[in-house]
């Protein structure tokens, strides 16, 4: 353990905060797997709720910063950067295994979870979804399996991974992009379900761009946390690189999404004063335009505070729009069936339940494991 690691303390009023949060979401995860079923507001008419929008496309949303940049560092040589890759990669493959928990959690059957390794449905979205995230969870362990080789002392593997990493790397890269695309692609089939404001063609493509932008935020997120509670020092020029690429990202979707709005609903359907337009609205407001006002500004631009103030806001803004498109935008729909939705306490306590967990995990990861001060060019 390097003097850095020892100085960080397990127990702290944070962890024990997260310890019981995880201890009271242990028992609804406990009654949902033995008793079958909990009380929820999920039902056969609207049966993805908070779980589906926050846990898994929300959750691997932000798990996105893994493959942006293992790219970076290892596809494009971006050495700068080689110090977050091992965080970024922890954050995505703690995310993705959190994520792989909600579906396990959310289907009906879920010691059936292996089904689609054996049972091929070629010809469905769902599937695809399914054995990307296998896969990628797969690449995910074997990128972050350096750090666990270190402890384990087998160097000689360790150098056999580190000199694959380049193909892994790669082939972790398309998995993500077709992963995070067919995310979006899984809602095509509701064309009539879900509000124009959300519905296009281009789902798939809104996904992949929103979750590139996501995950640059998500990176700088993570690591201005983890210099400030785990006392590691801050390099500013990675944190003004990945809030230059965040300008570029945050545009090229504004963009986007204007120009959806503009071939499709059009301009007046945002601002009808429905909740659908208020959510359209807070979303583009909250995760797009001050943020991207904000990063215009040098001064907020070359600021840990201010970087670490518009990652937030991107964060939120991502979220509120995988909410948008899987529960807000759903729900006029839904009513004219009489059916309605908000999270039963059950559900929210699982949500809180797999945050603190992915949070411990980290904390733990970085306490015994090399996270942080690997900075080998």
């Not at 893994?66 to 954050?91: C, D, E, H, Q, W």
């Not at 580190?162 to 992963?179: D, N, Q, R």
């Not at 809602?187 to 879900?194: F, G, T, W």
Request: charged letters at 10%; glycine letters at 10%.
């Amino acid at each position: 353990m390097t003097p850095a690691q020892d100085k960080i303390k397990l127990f702290t009023p944070v962890t024990l905060g997260l310890l019981i949060v995880i201890i009271a979401g242990a028992l609804v995860v406990y009654k949902k797997l033995t008793l079958g079923a909990i009380a929820t507001n999920l039902q056969d008419d609207f049966p993805w709720g908070l779980w589906i929008g926050f846990n898994v496309l929300g959750g691997v949303a932000m798990a996105a910063g893994g493959f942006v940049i293992a790219s970076a560092v290892y596809l494009l040589n971006m050495k700068k950067y080689k110090p977050i890759a091992r965080p970024a990669i922890l954050t995505a493959f703690i995310g993705y295994l959190l994520a792989a928990f909600t579906i396990f959690l959310d289907i009906g059957h879920p010691m059936r979870i292996w089904h689609p390794m054996v049972m091929w449905q070629v010809h469905s979205v769902m599937f695809i979804v399914a054995i990307h995230v296998i896969l990628y969870t797969t690449v995910l362990g074997l990128e972050s399996s350096p750090m666990l080789l270190e402890k384990l002392k087998l160097g000689g593997l360790k150098k056999i991974i580190e000199k694959l990493m380049v193909p892994i790397a790669l082939f972790g890269t398309l998995l993500s992009v077709l992963h995070q695309s067919s995310l979006g692609a899984v809602y095509l089939i509701v064309p009539d379900k879900l509000h124009s404001l959300w519905y296009s063609q281009t789902l798939p493509f809104s996904f992949l761009v929103s979750s590139v932008m996501m995950g640059l935020c998500m990176v700088s997120f993570v690591s201005i946390l983890s210099a400030k509670f785990f006392k590691h020092p801050v390099n500013m020029d990675i944190f003004s690189g990945l809030a230059r690429g965040s300008i570029i990202a945050i545009a090229f979707y504004l963009i986007l999404k204007i120009f959806l709005l503009l071939t499709g609903p059009g301009v007046a359907a945002a601002f009808t004063g429905t909740m659908e337009s208020k959510m359209y609205l807070l979303e583009m407001s909250v995760g797009l335009v001050i943020p991207l006002i904000l990063l215009l500004l040098p001064g907020v631009r070359n600021s840990l505070g201010g970087i670490f103030l518009v990652d937030i806001l991107v964060i939120i803004g991502v979220i509120i729009n995988r909410m948008n498109i899987s529960v807000f935008g759903l729900l006029r729909h839904a009513g004219g069936m009489g059916v309605k939705y908000f999270p039963a306490g059950n559900e929210i306590m699982v949500t809180l339940f797999l945050v603190a967990f992915g949070a411990f995990l980290f904390k733990l990861a970085v306490k015994y494991f090399n996270v942080l001060s690997y900075e080998e060019g």
